[in-house]
């Protein structure tokens, strides 16, 4: 499994204190307000818009908090936040993106790059990594969904490059530009998606030792700990041993 994906298990492991849900509900509503203003205001027209309220909804945001966020766009005073990626190394030469919406862009980069440096690190030029990464869609359904052969077949008919299953749900890949079809394709058959968005996936994983991926994990968890940071995807795997030292 994927250090990230194996991160993100770890946080959910140690559970969410009411300050971490405020600052994922205020990072959902930026993306929310973003997504509307880039287009229209309705979930049903703008997929981006579509796929920020899914993310809202699993994360349980009440249904006012969207709201509010999507009506916020339409305000004439409403921040203007900018979106903003970022390539650097992390230890052991594993590769990050990081993206961001932003109302204060030196901040922000000052920011993120004072977490790379701290973490034994250094930011790159936009481009230097993410090579290494497909910019591909990424839909995710619960396991309950469907069954493994269903889900595979209805896939591959609605177009999508690749379906992978396991206990914990199902995650289909689609080219960049086929993720809204698909998306509509396969919520006919099985009901709303848990996740449906434009991600990095990396091409490759990076194994690492254990001191390196204590600095990596560390990173990671300093950035999502940032307001302006939205997404960070990287391309390392850790030891089960350190996935139970961090998640205990």
């Known amino acids: 499994m994927a250090g990230h994906s194996q991160f993100k298990n770890i946080m959910h492991r140690k559970g969410k204190a009411d300050a971490a849900r405020s600052k994922l509900f205020s990072k959902l509503a930026r993306e929310i307000t973003v997504a ?3 287009g229209l205001p309705d979930p049903n027209m703008n997929a981006r818009l ?5 993310a809202a909804r699993v994360e349980n945001m009440p249904k006012d908090n969207i709201e ?5 766009a339409a305000g004439a005073d409403g921040e203007n936040y900018d979106e903003v990626r970022y390539e650097g190394y992390a230890p052991g030469g594993v590769a990050v993106i990081v993206e961001a919406l932003t109302d204060n862009r030196n901040r922000t980069a000052g920011e993120v790059r ?8 250094a930011l790159a030029e936009t ?23 269903a889900m595979m077949e209805a896939a591959i008919e609605a177009g999508a490059e690749d379906a992978v299953s396991t206990p914990d749900g199902h995650e289909i890949t689609t080219k960049l530009e086929d993720l809204v079809e698909v998306t509509k394709a396969l919520e006919a058959k099985f009901g709303e998606a848990k996740k449906s968005k ?14 390196a991926g204590e600095k990596i994990l560390r990173l990671i968890g300093s ?3 940032n307001d302006d940071v939205q997404n960070v995807y990287a391309n390392f795997e850790i030891s089960d041993a350190l996935m139970a030292k961090m998640g205990g």
């Open 36 to 38: 509307a203003k880039m």
């Open 50 to 54: 579509r796929a920020a309220c899914i």
């Open 68 to 72: 509010r966020a999507i009506k916020k």
């Open 114 to 121: 004072s977490y790379f440096t701290k973490a034994g690190g």
């Open 127 to 149: 481009g230097a990594v993410s090579f290494m990464f497909d910019h591909v869609g990424q839909i995710e359904f619960d396991a309950k969904a469907a069954g493994e052969d």
């Open 198 to 211: 434009l991600v990095w996936k990396p091409q490759n994983n990076i194994a690492v030792d254990d001191e």
């Open 223 to 225: 950035l999502e700990d």
